[in-house]
């Protein structure tokens, strides 16, 4: 196991190469250069020669790329235009705030979906299984911020079940140790402020996890199907195997390959839900940043933020690798 994950490791450092040379490219790219875009509407030919020069992108376009790698390797993204302060600590601020809301849409998520897909493909045609397929249908076809806007004035305005926004309530006075609200309560033993940050995040995460459930669903039931038509299903049962082993050690386990794929591909795809949730409910996390840095041309933090991004999707196409590599062995030695 220890092999397939160093080999795992060794084919993500040419993909980050190839993208770190997308950035760089895209930031020479833009009108005016990095240098107009940092002078903005100050910038004339004699003041971008200028910052040209002072920047070092007057030198050669390799020598340039290897410094601006350098930069990169050391954690140097400089600083954002919108609030002059370092974008890694604009970064390090905003990210517990994404993280706590994935980490609970893609739990809500996978812990719904496989155990749906799995009912409604046993229960094929039947009502379960039509009432799972057309509302996965409806999920998808929802924009998340609607849904987030309609999750809202439901369960929060109207009813009052829930907040409207933000990760906790000021009046609690938590104390900030990780950034991590949920976490913080539970290393403090401040188990109220806990529990209002979960309470927070009950809304937001349903919005954000409404896309992926629906696919992981789908994509369960379809996978579930094949594998029970399969001839090794056929020869577990006339070997007279009971339903509950073959469906725990052999369809299940099976089926769970192309379901572990969707997972991470609905993982990296959860930043771009993340934007809109973030706005809808108010939670200033990397999303807000994004969404911002885009509006007023932060190109500093838009680079780091894209790069933080590809880290993200490699890291998590590694651990789905992985679990390749942990359900069905054999694919280790591929």
Do not use: C
């Not at 601020?93 to 980490?103: H, K, N, R």
């Not at 109220?192 to 996890?209: G, M, R, T």
């Amino acid at each position: 196991m220890l092999r397939f994950i160093v080999r795992r490791l060794l084919q993500a450092i040419p993909t980050l190469l190839i993208l770190s040379i997308l950035v760089f490219a895209w930031l020479r790219a833009l009108p005016g250069g990095p240098a107009g875009a940092l002078l903005g509407d100050k910038a004339t030919p004699e003041k971008i020669a200028e910052l040209n020069q002072v920047l070092g992108l007057d030198q050669p376009i390799f020598v340039q790329y290897f410094k601006f790698l350098g930069r990169v390797l050391t954690g140097d993204f400089g600083s954002s235009l919108i609030s002059t302060q370092p974008v890694l600590d604009e970064i390090a601020f905003a990210l517990p705030a994404t993280i706590e809301l994935s980490v609970a849409a893609l739990l809500l998520a996978v812990g719904l979906g496989i155990p749906l897909g799995y009912v409604a493909a046993r229960f094929r045609g039947g009502f379960l299984d039509n009432t799972t397929i057309m509302a996965t249908l409806v999920g998808v076809a929802v924009p998340v911020f609607f849904l987030g806007y309609l999750l809202q004035f439901v369960f929060a305005e109207q009813l009052g079940w829930f907040p409207v926004g933000g990760r906790q309530d000021t009046l609690i006075g938590a104390t900030d140790v990780t950034g991590f609200a949920v976490l913080d309560g539970l290393l403090t033993q401040e188990w109220d402020a806990s529990w209002d940050a979960i309470v927070h995040l009950v809304l937001p995460a349903a919005a954000l996890a409404t896309i992926p459930l629906a696919v992981i669903v789908r994509i369960t039931r379809a996978s579930v199907l094949d594998v029970m038509n399969e001839d090794f299903i056929r020869t577990a049962q006339s070997k007279g195997l009971g339903a509950p082993t073959i469906r725990r050690r052999h369809v299940l386990r099976n089926a769970l390959l192309p379901v572990a794929t969707t997972i991470g591909l609905q993982t990296g795809l959860l930043l771009g839900g993340a934007v809109l949730t973030e706005r809808v409910f108010n939670l200033n996390g990397i999303g807000s940043l994004l969404a911002e840095g885009i509006e007023r041309r932060d190109y500093p933090r838009l680079q780091a933020l894209i790069l933080l991004g590809a880290v993200v999707y490699v890291l998590v196409n590694m651990l789905v690798d992985i679990s390749y590599g942990i359900i069905d062995p054999r694919v280790r030695v591929r």
